[in-house]
């Protein structure tokens, strides 16, 4: 894994960052979330919102909601000038590790959903022990794409996706 920039900074994402979120944003997707999507997800208590910043500008962010036992990973950005640096792997480990309470939660679940083309974030969510466990089909509204449906469990970190509600069949990977 590349190491990321030794001036990062990793802390919670606040409404004041959203101007910057919303550049990445709109560089990164095809769709992009409007500010109101943003302002939403901020508003509910109990998420984690993270934000890096790299070289003294934010670099990335991730929005990630609690559904009952599970989170859903729901939006996660770097800034096109600072990929392959490191800095999704950190914001990865940084949600982990708030998500699980301090280590009193060791493995909590999450799920997400990730365009079927988009290998290098797929391969970022495979090294987390993320593994696909279904397809919805025609997800992504701009082109009609299908999205992976990925878990991390107890169960995907040993291998298995026996604990995962409604496992589907799935593509080999690309």
């Not at 500008?57 to 909601?65: E, G, N, Q, V």
């Not at 036992?69 to 800095?87: E, F, R």
């Not at 365009?115 to 022990?129: C, D, H, K, P, W």
Request: glycine share 10%.
């Amino acid at each position: 894994m590349t190491t990321p920039p030794p001036d990062l900074l990793i802390r919670r994402l606040s409404y004041g960052d959203l101007p910057q979120v919303i550049a990445i944003e709109r560089r990164v997707f095809p769709a992009p979330w409007s500010l109101a999507m943003f302002v939403l997800e901020l508003s509910k208590p109990g998420g984690i919102s993270l934000a890096a910043s790299a070289r003294g500008r934010m670099a990335a962010y991730l929005i990630c909601s609690r559904y009952d036992t599970v989170w859903h990973l729901m939006n996660v950005a770097v800034d096109p000038d600072q990929k392959g640096g490191g800095i999704g792997t950190a914001l990865l480990e940084r949600l982990i590790e708030e998500a699980g309470d301090g280590g009193r939660d060791p493995a909590p679940r999450f799920t997400l959903e990730v365009r079927t083309s988009n290998v290098g974030a797929i391969r970022l969510y495979e090294r987390f022990g993320f593994r696909a466990a279904g397809m919805r089909r025609r997800y992504y509204q701009d082109n009609g794409e299908d999205a992976l449906i990925m878990w991390r469990t107890p169960a995907t970190l040993e291998g298995r996706l026996d604990d995962i509600p409604a496992a589907g069949p799935v593509p080999t990977s690309p």
